[in-house]
């Protein structure tokens, strides 16, 4: 059998097959791993030292629950963190010193690969 996965958030997923005569039982060599997030995008990219702006963060593989998508800029966490589709998040920036930081997503304890400079956020 061959399948093409769904979009998803960064998880782990059971994989079953059914057919008239049922469906498949659950078991551990059935989990498919969905990949990590992306950061593809950070508009605006540029902000205040102070922080406290909001920023669009677009790529893949985001978590609609809510906290199922950690973002941080640099090693800072971003805090309003709301993801309305697999591929865009708001959060707001938080403060930082002047310069430029990478953007990371993190979900199901999967972090998304640097990227710059698509996942850049310069701090002015």
Known sequence: ITA???????QSADV???TPNGTSPLSANDRFKFGPPTVTGVSPNTG????AVS???????????????????GSTLATGVEC???????AVAPA???GTVDVRATVDAQSSAKAPPVDQFTYK
């Not at 093409?4 to 960064?10: C, H, T």
């Not at 205040?48 to 922080?51: A, D, E, F």
């Open 55 to 73: 920023v669009t963060v677009t790529g893949s593989g985001f978590g609609l629950a809510p906290g199922s998508t950690i973002l941080r800029f």
């Open 96 to 98: 930082h010193k002047a």
């Open 16 to 18: 079953t097959v059914t």
């Open 4 to 10: 093409i996965s769904p979009p998803a958030a960064a």
């Open 84 to 90: 309305t589709a697999l591929t865009s998040c708001t």
């Open 48 to 51: 205040s030292t102070s922080g």
